[in-house]
């Protein structure tokens, strides 16, 4: 089996925070309503077992605060099909889906908030696709040397 690959995954906490992850059945909930084609493609990476930074945007202090995992690979986002849903996309059809998600399980949080200031000033970060200029993407790969570093500053 291949090892897990990493990943760091953006989410407004006043939309859905990690708390509401673990808050989750199960500590599990799926990831909808991606609506970026390069981040669509990386959730199509995904397997079961890759983990996952879960990371606070649009908020104060912008901070990577928890771990969780893939526990189911993607599948088409429901909320592309209904009408009543912000993320609903007039150009897809059951069967022809443009949009997908992942389940995610919480793992656990971390014991420290590692914020944005930190990434940027830490070596070794520098070239993580979050400490771009005009990045956007909401999900993102992580190396593996990446990874280390921030789970030792998370504690």
Same mark, same amino acid.
């Given at each position: 089996?291949?090892?897990?690959? !990493?990943?760091? $995954?953006?989410? +407004? ?6 708390? #509401?992850?673990?808050?989750? &059945?199960?500590?599990? %909930? /799926? ?5 970026? !084609? ?6 199509? +990476? $995904? @397997? ?9 945007? %649009? ?5 990577? =605060?928890?771990?969780?995992? =893939?526990? @189911?690979?993607? !599948? ?10 912000? /993320? !609903?996309?007039?150009?897809? *059809? @059951? ?5 997908? $998600? ?5 793992? &656990?949080?971390? @014991?420290?908030? =590692?914020?944005? #200031? *930190?990434?940027? &000033?830490?070596?070794?970060? +520098? ?15 992580? *190396?593996?040397? +990446? ?9």
């Amino acid at each position: 089996m291949p090892s897990p690959r !990493y990943w760091l $995954m953006k989410s +407004e906490p006043t939309t859905f925070s990690f708390d #509401d992850l673990v808050q989750s &059945k199960n500590s599990t %909930n /799926h990831w909808d309503g991606v609506r970026n !084609y390069q981040a669509r493609n990386f959730m199509r +990476e $995904m @397997r079961v077992g890759d983990q996952v930074l879960f990371y606070h945007s %649009n908020c104060d202090p912008l901070a990577a =605060v928890g771990l969780a995992e =893939v526990v @189911r690979e993607a !599948y088409p986002d429901h909320t592309q099909f209904d009408r009543k849903n912000i /993320h !609903y996309d007039a150009k897809a *059809t @059951r069967g022809k889906p443009i949009w997908d $998600m992942v389940d995610l399980r919480a793992i &656990k949080p971390l @014991r420290k908030s =590692v914020t944005l #200031d *930190t990434l940027r &000033k830490t070596k070794g970060l +520098e070239k993580m696709p979050l400490l771009r200029r005009a990045n956007r993407l909401s999900v993102m790969p992580v *190396t593996p040397k +990446e990874w280390d570093i921030i789970l030792k500053l998370g504690g």
